[in-house]
């Protein structure tokens, strides 16, 4: 494809899918928004897997020749299911909504600027079926050139370790390091490991966990949907694994949408999840409420430093 240049290997061998029979059905759940030219290659990824027995496209708002694609794909493969017609509900409300309409017993959710690598599927429904419920089991998410991406996992997430990791305080300052919250300069684990945090980008739960945990809490429009997911699901009794072995390449950056949208978007997340987290705490809540406009402040200087550094 035009402008993406990623190391994408051939479909997972036949016998990958035959060493897992007899086995529970696997849908993947992917949420479309103006994602561009990423999409086609990762949707293509998604059908040539073995195990995937169905493909929830939940298309949040495309372009009008992406749209038609999608209609067409949908129409040519009977694995492909498009929900469209909701608008831009945001991420959280899209998730929910495709995995309400898929039917498998295994959730694979993945970003559609991201690829999926042979095998990494299976990696994920074996390890998440010998965990207890409810488990989430999320992949190693590497940069297109195989080094491991920021955030595919990721240590407890707080108003002080957010902030210190966001500005980079965390790493300039030996005392703080122990409230850097990025994992991928640690070494990798030789099998699924715990972590308190993985990424929304590609993971796995059992449809009955999901469910249990109420989904994706709707009150986050985009990012940190998956902060939040992870929290409830270790809240009760459940575990959050980061898996080596299911690998994806995520592109990252693909989207229409305005960076600095986009963190701003994940600054409110922050926010409201520290917030949601003190529950009936004072001091914690306290500390939300004045650690949380920081937070925002943090987030959304990024992509401002970004094009500083650029010019």
Not at 196 to 214: H, K, L
Not at 256 to 261: G, V, Y
Request: with cysteine.
């Amino acid at each position: 494809m035009n402008g993406i240049a990623t190391p994408i290997v051939a479909a997972s061998p036949a016998s990958i899918a035959d060493s897992l029979r007899p086995r529970r059905s696997v849908s993947v759940v992917m949420v479309v928004y103006m994602t561009g030219e990423a999409l086609e290659q990762s949707l293509a990824c998604v059908l040539a897997d073995p195990l995937v027995d169905e493909l929830v496209v939940v298309d949040n708002g495309s372009a009008p020749g992406q749209f038609e694609r999608l209609r067409a794909l949908a129409d040519q493969d009977s694995r492909v299911i498009l929900v469209t017609g909701q608008g831009n509900v945001g991420f959280a409300k899209g998730a929910n909504l495709g995995a309400r309409t898929a039917k498998s017993d295994h959730l694979v959710f993945l970003n559609p600027d991201a690829f999926l690598q042979p095998g990494c599927v299976a990696a994920l429904v074996r390890e998440i079926e010998t965990q207890p419920v409810p488990s989430i089991v999320g992949g190693r998410v590497l940069n297109p050139d195989r080094t491991e991406q920021r955030g595919a996992r990721r240590g407890e997430i707080t108003p002080i370790s957010a902030l210190l990791s966001m500005s980079g305080l965390a790493k300039a300052v030996p005392a703080w390091g122990r409230f850097e919250v990025h994992w991928e300069q640690d070494a990798l684990p030789d099998q699924a490991a715990p972590a308190p945090t993985i990424s929304g980008a590609c993971f796995c739960m059992r449809r009955a966990d999901f469910d249990a945990v109420g989904g994706f809490d709707e009150g986050y429009f985009l990012h940190v949907e998956d902060v939040d997911l992870c929290w409830r699901v270790r809240e009760a009794g459940g575990k959050v694994l980061f898996h080596p072995k299911a690998e994806v390449v995520h592109i990252g950056g693909t989207s229409q949408t305005s960076p600095l949208k986009v963190e701003f978007h994940k600054g409110v997340g922050l926010a409201r999840y520290f917030r949601k987290r003190a529950g009936g705490n004072l001091s914690g809540h306290l500390a939300a409420l004045i650690l949380g406009p920081l937070v925002i402040a943090a987030a959304v200087a990024r992509p401002l430093m970004r094009r500083m550094r650029k010019h």
